[in-house]
């Protein structure tokens, strides 16, 4: 990659590149990612890594986060714990079950080149 090669990337918010769904048992939450096109899983396996998603999730509470790729589809399994403050039944926020946590991980950052878009 060169330095014109660099300067070329744009940064959007993850929903442009790929969709998601949330699920939630107890206090973990298992958040799947699928990308649009296949050129761009390239990028989601890049650059939607364990320790990013950690740290996007940090407010939350999160202690782990597992990855778990499925190429054959596009996509990736997230699998993050203590993230949902407790469970539905233990948490006090409004949304203990946790699907919409899933538009918090689309709105991450990513660079990608703009003929991927």
Do not use: C, W
Not at 92 to 114: A, C, E, I, Q, R
Request: proline share 5%.
């Amino acid at each position: 990659m060169t330095p014109s090669d660099i300067a070329e990337l744009v940064t959007v918010p993850l929903h442009r590149l790929a969709h998601s769904r949330a699920g939630d048992k107890g206090n973990r939450l298992n958040l799947s990612l699928f990308a649009y096109r296949p050129e761009t899983y390239a990028v989601l396996v890049e650059q939607v890594t364990e320790a990013r998603v950690r740290e996007l999730f940090a407010h939350r509470g999160v202690t782990r986060v597992d990855r778990y790729l499925v190429p054959g589809l596009g996509g990736m399994n997230l699998v993050l714990d203590d993230v949902l403050q407790g469970g539905v039944n233990g948490a006090l926020n409004l949304d203990g079950h946790g699907k919409t946590l899933s538009f918090l991980l689309l709105g991450m950052p990513v660079s990608v080149y703009p003929h991927l878009l």
